[in-house]
C-alpha cells in the first residue's frame, strides 16, 4: 500500500538532503517545498500561508497515492495543525538544529508530539536505507555491487559500527566476513556470537547485510585489473582509537567474559 511520508523540521535541518536519498529507494514521487511554492507563486510564510502550503502538498500527495505509488513531502509543516492538514502515514522528523536561519519560522514552529522517526544527526544516505527498510523490505542481490568487509569483531564495538556506515553508503549492501580465529589467541568469541552481535547492531538494515564464516585469512593477494578496489576507511581519531582488546579486557575485570 502506497504511503504518504513527511519529512518534516526547520530550515537547515536536512530535510531535501534525506528526501533526495530516500525517494530513488522506494521509486517515490518526491515534493520539494520550494518547487511547489515556486509553481504555486506563493511565498506567504505566516499561518495563513503555511496551511495552505500543507493542503497543497496534500493535494498533490494524493495524486501520486492514487496511482499507488509513494509520496515524500519535504516542508517545515511547524505545527500542530499544518501536520493534521497534511496528515501524513509517516512523519520523519528532523531535529538535527536548534533553530533555523528565519527567525519567525524558529517562533512559529512546535515539537511534534507523534512521530515515526525522530533524527538527531545529518546521516541522510543511512536514515534513507534504515527507513525505507520498513517500508519497503530490501531483497539482498548477489548481482548488484557489494562492499565486503572482513575481520574478527571480537567484538563487534562502536569503531566497526561508524565503518561499516561508511562502507555501506558505498554500494547500498554490505558482506561482512568472519575470520574462524575462535580459540585463537585472545579470540574468545565463536561465530554464532559475533554473528548474534552484528545482527543486534545492525538489525535496522536489514537484508542489506549479509554475515559469513570464512577461513582465517591472513592475506588477500589481487592481481591487476580486477575490478574491484581496496580501500582503507579513515575514521575520526577518537573512534580509530576503540580497541576491542581492551574491551575485552574491561569484559573479564567485570565477569562478563
Known amino acids: 500500500m502506497a504511503k504518504k511520508i513527511l519529512i518534516m523540521g526547520l530550515p537547515g535541518a536536512g530535510k531535501t538532503y534525506l528526501a533526495e536519498r530516500l525517494a530513488p529507494i522506494l521509486n517515490a514521487t518526491w515534493l520539494n517545498a520550494d518547487e511547489v511554492r515556486k509553481n504555486a507563486d506563493d511565498w506567504d510564510f505566516s499561518s495563513e500561508g503555511r496551511i495552505r502550503q500543507s493542503n497543497r502538498m496534500k493535494n498533490l500527495a494524493q495524486k501520486s497515492l492514487d496511482e499507488d505509488k509513494h509520496v515524500i513531502a519535504d516542508f517545515v509543516c511547524p505545527t500542530p495543525k499544518t501536520r493534521a ?83 555501506i553508503i558505498k554500494t547500498g549492501q554490505v558482506n561482512i566476513m568472519v575470520r574462524d580465529v575462535e580459540g585463537i589467541g585472545d579470540n574468545p568469541f565463536n561465530f554464532n556470537t559475533v554473528k548474534n552481535n552484528i545482527e543486534k547492531a545492525l538489525h535496522e538494515f536489514g537484508e542489506r547485510v549479509k554475515i559469513s564464516l570464512v577461513p582465517n ?41
Open 85 to 167: 492538514d497534511f496528515n501524513a502515514d509517516i512523519t520523519i522528523w528532523l531535529d538535527t538544529i536548534v533553530s533555523g536561519r528565519y527567525e519567525d519560522t524558529n517562533k512559529m514552529f512546535i515539537a511534534p508530539e507523534k512521530f515515526d522517526f525522530r533524527i538527531t544527526e545529518k546521516k541522510g544516505e543511512i536514515w534513507a536505507m534504515k527507513i525505507s527498510n520498513t517500508i519497503e523490505k530490501y531483497v539482498w542481490d548477489n548481482k548488484k555491487p557489494t562492499a565486503q568487509m572482513l575481520g574478527r569483531w571480537q567484538p563487534w564495538h562502536q569503531g566497526h559500527q561508524k565503518l561499516f556506515e561508511e562502507t
Open 217 to 257: 585469512i591472513t592475506n588477500i593477494c589481487y592481481g591487476r585489473g580486477v575490478g574491484y578496489k581496496i580501500e582503507e576507511i579513515v575514521l575520526e581519531e577518537k573512534i580509530q582509537k576503540i580497541s576491542a582488546t581492551e574491551i575485552r579486557k574491561k569484559m573479564r575485570k567485570e565477569g562478563k567474559l
